[in-house]
Nanobody, 119 residues
């Protein structure tokens, strides 16, 4: 069992940057592919991107490509989402998730952290 806790959310202005963290307990994160998602009010949860177990490869949704960067520090059991040039439409609850590489279902989820971008 893996417990994930996101942190770093809050209120920022349009154009600002913000870094979210996702820290795991229970098991080491190094055996899991990690992903970031977000859910805006009244909308479905959207995939933002993911990072491989070693951190050697990443992929991103077109909506955030070039503005968001995912990284990880397996020694700290933590994954990061660096967000830049934030827009009001980035306002959402942001979630991290973990899955094993040979399973397509995201098995473990954090509770989410609110990000609000004011115009």
């Amino acid at each position: 069992q893996v417990q994930l806790v996101e942190s770093g959310g809050g209120l920022v202005q349009a154009g600002d940057s913000m870094r979210l963290s996702c820290t795991a307990s229970g098991r080491t994160l190094s055996t899991y592919r990690m992903g970031w998602f977000r859910q805006a009010p009244g909308k479905e949860r959207d995939f933002l991107g993911s990072i491989s177990e070693s951190g050697g490869s990443t992929n991103y949704a077109d909506s955030v490509k070039g503005r968001f960067t995912i990284s990880r520090d397996n020694a700290k059991n933590t994954v990061y989402l660096q967000m830049s040039s934030l827009k009001p439409e980035d306002t959402a609850i942001y979630y991290c998730a973990a899955r094993e590489s040979d399973i397509t279902t995201w098995m473990y989820w954090g509770q989410g952290t609110q990000v609000t971008v004011s115009s």
